[in-house]
């Protein structure tokens, strides 16, 4: 980084010392002087080509959170049906682990990930997952296939509070609205002198869509907040589906947690 400025504020020294040594000779071979337009292009191509960068970046992280969002609920479904093949000495405690597990996700954790954070609770379930399978044993059939469906669940959990923190730095937000201020007020000093209604029109709608895009850009590198985020819908229905599979299979039994997937105490 102190390479990079030096080089370019040396480059600028260097410019401008050099058209002060040869003023004379530039002004005997008339060479055309630089005027405001002359910077408006690469200004216009620099904003545009930043802009567009960061609105790609932004999107990816959006849809690797989305991506990640499902693959969880995919997964947990996935755990729920799989630890029908576990011993009855635990399948109970395992599936019941597994409905608090998704209950804690969709009404805990994913409004904490507006702010960029997860929680504690899904948590709970997954140790006392893993203390069941424990207690189940290496040689029952079905511990290979819950560990590997409990290790992608976790990797999968993982990213989505990984995606949930901003895709793009502050600092590179205050570059790009600085560079469109600068571009605004740049084509505003290049508006003609006469019929500058239609060209003041073009600016505005010009200003328009450059800052909408750039309040796009805000709302989606947050992928859990906002207009533009990934709401709980694949997570809710997996609760929702294994709570009734729960329900039916266990009539007699209570479910260990509440509705957001806090322990009961009862």
Known sequence: ???????AALALVLGVAGHWLLRGRLEATETPALTVRDFVLPLQTLTVFVLAFVLVTA???NGKADEAAR???????HMYEVADY???????????????????VRAREWPAMAHGHGTSEPSVWT????AALQRMGTDTPAFGML???????SQARQTRIAESTPAIPNAVYWLMLAALTFLVITLGLCLPRQSTALVTAGLVV?????TTVLLVIRDIERPFSGAIRVAPTAISSVAEDITQDYTAAYKASRLPCDNDGLRSSV
Do not use: H, W
């Not at 560990?147 to 669940?153: L, S």
């Open 1 to 7: 980084m102190v390479v990079t400025i030096v080089v």
């Open 206 to 210: 010009l200003t328009a869509l450059l």
């Open 147 to 153: 560990v590997a469906a409990d290790k992608e669940r």
């Open 127 to 130: 140790t006392d997952f893993r």
């Open 71 to 77: 693959n969880e609920a995919g997964t947990v479904d």
């Open 86 to 104: 576990a011993p009855a000495t635990q399948r109970r405690r395992l599936q019941g682990d597994v409905v608090c597990y998704a209950r804690a």
């Open 59 to 61: 999107s990816t992280s």
